[in-house]
């Protein structure tokens, strides 16, 4: 069994009627549950939806880096009732973007300190109500974004853990997360030919310390780069880090499921 572990499944890019199919394509490559996460407040009802509709689909729920202008300021008090729902299986997609400029009448200052308060204030809700924390980083260069939401995540690693998604750091970086306990994700750029330090750091670390996703309707994998990403090519991605460790797809796909399952664990029940 795979795991998708991060997707998009209420995004504007899939037309609702495409949806049952892509459900189903999963499920042909062996991709029997999806993490799907809103990133605005408007994104949860349909999240839910699709949750309701489709068996092995869990939902988190949290505003996005870049949607944090067009949020209230009370928006994650908004959210703290979503966390009881059996369908909610993490808090996300928040995190630290420092790589889209900030939106028009805002500092750059100013727009990161909204981003550090809305992360700082995801974790408190995870924390509440016994759920993982999915942060997305994001720099023009360098590694700001991932050392500022690290700091954040020290100060709450005793209470929750913290899943790095769309990871393309260094090894120690990685190392990083994962003493405080945390998780870090490959997903397609795993397999670009341009990013192969990428493929060296999935390929140096241990089992059950990362997992697959896609993050589709975004970064398809190869063979399928440049295209609409979807939860079926997760595959790809894992036989390419699976022949990049010299290990079997299937060895590969049981180890990073089971890490998926431990990080949500309500995700086993839908
Ligand atoms: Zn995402």
Redesign the pocket.
């Known amino acids: 069994m795979l795991i998708d572990s991060?997707?998009?499944l209420a995004s504007h890019k899939f037309e609702p009627s495409e949806r049952e199919g892509i459900v189903h394509r999963a499920s042909l490559a062996g991709v029997k549950k999806i993490v799907s996460?809103a990133?605005c407040l408007e994104d949860i009802a349909d999240n839910l939806t699709i949750a309701d509709i489709f068996p092995g689909v869990g939902i988190c729920v949290g505003i996005?880096p870049c949607d944090v202008h067009n949020a209230p300021d009370n928006a994650v008090e908004v959210i703290k009732p979503f966390a009881n729902d059996r369908r909610v299986v993490g808090i996300g997609?928040t995190g630290l973007d420092y790589y889209h400029p900030a939106p028009e009448g805002w500092s750059e200052e100013d727009f990161r300190q909204r981003q550090k308060n809305f992360l700082q204030q995801h974790f408190l809700l995870a924390a509440r109500s016994g759920l993982g924390v999915v942060i997305?980083t994001r720099d023009r260069s360098g590694c700001q974004s991932f050392d500022d939401a690290r700091e954040i995540y020290q100060r709450h690693a005793d209470k929750v853990r913290a899943l790095f998604?769309?990871f393309i750091g260094s090894r120690e970086n990685a190392e990083k997360v994962i003493s405080l306990g945390g998780l870090v994700s490959f997903g397609g750029v795993t397999t670009f030919k341009s990013a192969r330090d990428v493929l060296a750091v999935a390929s140096g670390l241990p089992l059950g310390t990362f997992l697959l996703e896609t993050?589709s309707p975004?970064l398809a994998p190869v063979p399928h780069r440049g295209q609409r990403n979807e939860p079926a090519y997760v595959a790809h991605t894992c036989a390419c880090i699976a022949a990049a460790r010299g290990e079997s797809f299937d060895d590969l796909a049981a180890h990073t499921s089971q890490a998926a399952l431990e990080f949500f664990p309500r995700l086993a029940e839908l």
């Open positions: 991060h997707c998009h996460l990133t996005h997609e997305h998604h769309c993050d975004y």
